[in-house]
């Protein structure tokens, strides 16, 4: 691993990263693995722990490369990635996105990557190549770990469903995962009690989501949601 570091700072390469993900810990962790300027070529100019830090960090410091976590308080990475558009798509420096996430689902990683990520990796890759997937993104390349790749192919290479749900679009992490939960049966409670949020919280997110999706009740979003098979 020493060894792979070193080659990547005897050529010279630099990437400025933000960290966003709302485990300090982990962010912790990341920063001494892969933060070291010198050993690996990667400055770490800020962090971030919800969707309001990470768009004012990334907005002030404008790095190259942006690890974001999916599962975000305030919106998930998908709310980043929109309210960080205009970054994206400058025509000069653009700041680039890989997701970092524990998921592998494939929902979340076709949701990130229609909202403008250049790649997905899990948190089970080793420093080194977590560092290897930092300038290929800066440099334009999109990045996936393997099993990942399979699900964008799939996702874009499909005839049969478009390549953007705009009604699932207008719903924040949150609010998708209640929504699966009410689709699969979950009372109230058991939502709040698997979610660790109260049952008013539930309430909320789903008359949010009944708003969104322009639907009466529980019955019509269950339809809903299985028509997408996303129960």
């Known amino acids: 691993m020493t060894e792979r570091y070193a080659q990547a700072d005897a050529v010279g390469r630099r990437v400025r990263v933000v960290l966003v993900d709302d485990h300090r810990m982990f962010r912790a962790g990341v920063q001494a ?3 070291d300027t010198a ?3 990667v400055e770490v100019v800020g962090e971030a722990a919800d969707v309001d830090q990470a768009v004012t960090v990334i907005t002030a410091t404008r790095p190259e490369v942006v690890l974001l976590d999916v599962h975000l308080p305030g919106g998930g990475g998908v709310e980043v990635l929109r309210r960080c558009a205009p970054l994206t798509a400058a025509a000069e420096n653009p700041v680039r996105f890989l997701a970092l996430s524990v998921s592998d689902a494939a929902e979340d990683v076709i949701g990130v990557i229609r909202g403008g ?3 997905y990796v899990t948190k089970t890759i ?3 190549d977590l560092v290897d997937s930092v300038f290929r993104v800066q440099e334009g390349d999109a990045v996936f770990s393997p099993r990942l790749a399979g699900f964008v192919l799939d996702a874009f ?3 049969d469903a478009p390549p953007v749900d705009e009604d699932l679009d207008r719903l924040t992490q949150r609010e998708r995962e ?3 939960l009410i689709a699969r049966g979950y009372a109230y409670k058991e939502i709040a009690k698997q979610l660790f949020i109260s049952v008013k919280t539930v309430e909320s997110h ?3 989501v009944l708003r969104k999706l322009q639907l009466s009740n529980r019955h019509e979003l269950t339809r809903w949601a299985t028509a997408r098979r996303l129960v």
Do not use: H
């Open 33 to 35: 693995e892969i933060g």
């Open 39 to 41: 050993r690996t070529g």
């Open 117 to 119: 990520a250049r790649g």
């Open 126 to 128: 080793t420093g080194a």
């Open 157 to 159: 290479a499909s005839t």
């Open 178 to 180: 209640v929504l699966r």
């Open 206 to 208: 789903v008359s949010a």
